[in-house]
């Protein structure tokens, strides 16, 4: 079973169009990201929700909006895409103890290219 | 604020011991962690050092000092499955729910 899975795998879409990207976790944890990966690699946290609230929002652009309907989900919509938008996006999982953040679950990531 | 430097690339033989190192900045951390990243892939956790010293795991061990604002991950023993991009990350005091992470060192095992 997959720990962290995120739908589409692959996203090809032009500028000024939105879309979603879905995540769930089955690991039962309380924490869940989005980051995101650019060409240089570059690890950046976006958001973070605990027990579906927001508790970090990284100065990430509004058209960039997460939705956590219960624990185990947490959606990331892109509306009027730009072509610097083009990265992967992981969506993560954790469970924090006692004050820190534990293990990071990453899922598969899902590459977005806008053109 | 916290920021961690690594090396951008690595390279070395196939059975060698390597050590990728992690200097940071950062005004408090509970811990420093270790993933690698194969391309393509996703980031997967391999250590984490909540204390000053060396944890090992397997062929990989890692090295704490928070005294130097320091940190490596060694690897023994390189096998070709070991190119990869390996990232250090902190926890951040007083910021829970995220890790930061360094930005990354690409790792080529050559035969």
């Known amino acids: 079973d997959t720990a962290v899975s995120q739908t589409p795998k692959y996203l090809v879409t032009q500028m000024g169009n939105d879309k979603s990207i879905k995540c769930e976790q089955n690991?039962?944890?309380?924490?869940m990201y989005w980051y995101k990966q650019d060409s240089k690699k570059f690890l950046k946290i976006m958001f973070s929700?605990?027990?579906?609230?927001?508790?970090i929002n990284e100065t990430v652009p509004n058209r960039f909006s997460p939705k956590s309907p219960d624990k185990a989900h947490l959606n990331l919509h892109i509306n009027s895409l730009e072509l610097g938008d083009s990265a992967v996006y992981f969506c993560a999982s954790s469970q924090e103890r006692q004050g820190r953040t534990a293990t990071i679950y990453f899922g598969e990531g899902s590459w977005l290219t806008v053109v | 604020g916290q920021s961690l430097e690594q090396p951008s690339e690595v390279t070395a033989v196939e059975g060698a011991i390597v050590q990728i190192n992690c200097t940071y900045q950062?005004?408090?951390?509970?811990?420093l962690s270790w993933y690698q990243q194969h391309d393509g892939g996703a980031p997967t956790f391999l250590s984490y050092n909540a204390l000053d010293g060396l944890e090992e795991t397997g062929r990989f061990s890692s090295f704490l000092s928070r005294s130097d604002s320091y940190g490596y991950l060694l690897l023994q023993e390189l096998q070709m499955k070991d190119s990869a991009s390996y990232f250090c990350a902190v926890s951040p005091q007083g910021s829970s729910y995220k890790l930061i992470f360094g930005s990354g060192t690409r790792l080529l095992v050559r035969p």
């Open positions: 929700y605990n027990n579906k609230e927001l508790i």
């Open positions: 950062t005004s408090g951390f509970y811990g």
């Open positions: 690991l039962g944890h309380d924490t």
